[in-house]
Nanobody, 125 residues
């Protein structure tokens, strides 16, 4: 599986933006997916994750209630819908994948072994 993130851009505080992560290959439905973000000078941080079946979803506390992760296995795509954006949400957003057989914690970037190239989200105040 290879991942291609898209949808980043410039948005005003309070606005909304949707990110997509398109996966190549025919086994996307066997992968857990995660979104992470990284700002200059900061470590990569967990944003949201969704299990292969969409049964389990997880959010960082800082985005819970504002962001929604979803996936469409028929379209080989994962999504991150972001609303009520804040300047502190400014970062490069990465999607990541790992097979469903991996038992690592969803919140850790070490769980994931496939990463997209990142898409920049800038929230102006």
């Amino acid at each position: 599986v290879q991942l291609q993130a898209s949808g980043g851009g410039l948005v005003q505080a309070g606005g909304s933006l949707g990110l997509s992560c398109a996966a190549s290959g025919r086994t996307f439905g066997s992968y857990d997916m995660g979104w992470f973000r990284q700002s200059p000078g900061k470590e990569r941080e967990f944003v949201a994750a969704i299990s292969w079946s969409s049964f389990n979803v997880f959010y960082a506390g800082s985005v819970k209630g504002r962001f929604t992760i979803s996936r469409d296995n028929a379209k080989n795509t994962a999504y991150l819908q972001m609303s009520s954006l804040k300047p502190e949400d400014t970062a490069v957003y990465y999607c990541a994948a790992v097979t469903k057989y991996n038992s690592g914690t969803y919140y850790s970037p070490r769980k994931y072994n496939i990463w997209g190239q990142g898409t920049l989200v800038t929230v102006s105040s």
